[in-house]
């Protein structure tokens, strides 16, 4: 990321830990969570700031993140609150949806072949649309983001196994709706 340099927490008494720790958390998420930013916002220097603005928040309070029973699921809660702020303001959807098939090329080959299949239909869109937010949250990180089953379920707080049950029943919506277009008679 290119903005503002980091500012690790406050050392108190030498202890540098804190402040490894957040640039080790910050390492870790912010192109992720950048990126998230910029797929539901349209907007690369929008993303920028929503992530900036989280890290941040999450500097401040650093020491009670690490209180907090999982950081990551507390940090995950601060960049969606942030992201849906900036989007009430400016009266504004997420693109998530529509940015969707400018990801496809790194979806697998099964699903990229659907994706095209509907690119050209705006059944995709509703159906995306229509998908509980933890499960298009679960499908977009693990599928499109790349974090891993075990990464996905430590933002969203969940169990590993409620993460692939996400995933899985996102999959099974999204596939129902998909071979409803027969791409031969168009219908």
């Not at 507390?74 to 969606?80: D, F, I, P, R, V």
């Not at 990464?151 to 969203?156: D, H, P, T, Y």
């Not at 707080?157 to 996102?170: L, N, P, T, Y």
Request: proline share 5%; hydrophobic share 45%; with cysteine.
């Amino acid at each position: 990321m290119t903005g503002r340099p980091d500012r690790p927490p406050p050392v108190r008494n030498g202890d540098r830990r804190l402040a490894i720790t957040f640039a080790a958390f910050r390492e870790m998420h912010a192109h992720r969570w950048s990126a998230y930013a910029h797929v539901h916002t349209g907007d690369g220097a929008a993303a920028e700031e929503i992530t900036e603005a989280v890290f941040g928040q999450l500097c401040r309070q650093w020491p009670h993140v690490l209180r907090r029973p999982s950081a990551a699921a507390y940090a995950w809660s601060l960049l969606k609150g942030h992201l849906a702020a900036w989007l009430a303001v400016r009266g504004r959807d997420s693109a998530l949806v529509t940015a969707a098939f400018g990801c496809a090329d790194r979806l697998p080959d099964e699903c990229r072949r659907r994706f095209e299949l509907l690119e050209n239909r705006m059944a995709l869109y509703a159906a995306v649309a229509r998908l509980p937010e933890r499960q298009c949250d679960a499908l977009f990180l693990h599928h499109v983001i790349g974090y891993s089953v075990g990464q996905v379920a430590g933002l969203l707080g969940a169990d590993e196994s409620m993460v692939r049950s996400h995933i899985g029943h996102a999959k099974r919506r999204l596939t129902s709706v998909l071979p409803v277009l027969d791409p031969v008679s168009g219908n």
